[in-house]
């Protein structure tokens, strides 16, 4: 629902892999910087993964080299590529288009639950 359309939670034993995805309609996609977010048991929401326009991607310390961001132009989609998931990825994930202190959109988040 909304202009932000998440999907690909679900979920999966510890070490397999997710792939999330975002789409955006053209005026949030076109935003200086997309991301996603997650909300985990017993943590404020905190930032998982930033891509801006540049190219430029900045991670979560405890998902470098398990995760990577990633969009494709064409199909104004940003995605999650999630592998060697661990229990303590279980959360809700939400997407993020922002620029400035004027812009700020939230998809509606995807449950990921990793069991042991």
């Known amino acids: 629902q909304g202009p932000l359309v998440e999907s690909g939670g679900g979920l999966v034993q510890t070490g397999g892999s997710l792939r999330l995805s975002c789409a955006a309609s053209?005026?949030?996609?076109?935003?200086?910087?997309a991301g996603w977010y997650r909300r985990v048991p017993g943590k404020q929401r905190e930032m998982v993964a930033t891509l801006n326009r540049g190219g430029t991607t900045n991670y979560l310390a405890s998902v470098k080299g398990r995760f990577t961001i990633s969009k494709d132009n064409a199909k104004r989609t940003i995605y999650l590529q999630m592998s060697s998931l661990e229990p303590e990825d279980t959360g809700v994930y939400y997407c993020?288009?922002?620029?400035?202190?004027?812009?700020?959109?939230w998809g509606q988040g995807t449950q990921v639950t990793v069991i042991s």
């Open positions: 053209e005026n949030i996609f076109r935003l200086n910087l």
């Open positions: 993020r288009f922002q620029e400035g202190l004027s812009y700020d959109w």
